[in-house]
């Protein structure tokens, strides 16, 4: 993602991130990330090996969890980071906070 992709974002964003993701802390890393961030949503694994994530807030707080979403901790690779805007039913999901959901 480059700079120019990232200043169009509006409204909740959806991201599935591929790679070496899950057991390496990613959604620990993610969800630290985004509540210092001040943004909402959430974060899961998903059984195809991804994680799943929706961002909700200020543009340039989801922008900075984006960047992260792209490196992850120090014991992820990430290979491919997807992003789009979120549907209704993943964005009626969001909480007051940021929190990690159950296995999709």
Same mark, same amino acid.
């Given at each position: ?7 169009? *974002?509006? +409204?909740? *964003? $959806?991201? &599935? !991130? /591929? ?8 959604? =620990? ?5 985004? !509540? ?5 949503? @959430?974060?899961?694994?998903?059984? =195809?090996?991804?994680?799943? #994530?929706?961002?909700? +807030? ?5 922008? #900075? &969890? *984006?960047? @992260?979403? $792209?490196?992850?901790?120090?014991? %992820? ?6 992003? /789009?805007? #979120? ?6 999901? !969001? /909480? %007051?906070?940021?929190? @990690? /959901?159950?296995?999709?």
């Amino acid at each position: 993602m480059n700079l120019k992709e990232s200043s169009s *974002i509006s +409204g909740d *964003i $959806h991201l &599935v !991130i /591929r790679g070496r993701v899950q057991g390496v802390g990613y959604r =620990d890393g993610m969800m630290r990330t985004a !509540i210092g961030l001040g943004v909402q949503g @959430w974060v899961r694994n998903r059984r =195809d090996g991804s994680v799943e #994530a929706v961002l909700r +807030g200020d543009k340039q707080a989801c922008e #900075a &969890v *984006i960047r @992260w979403a $792209h490196r992850g901790p120090g014991a %992820a690779q990430v290979e491919k980071v997807e992003q /789009r805007p #979120a549907t209704k039913e993943e964005s009626a999901e !969001i /909480r %007051a906070t940021f929190r @990690w /959901r159950e296995t999709a």
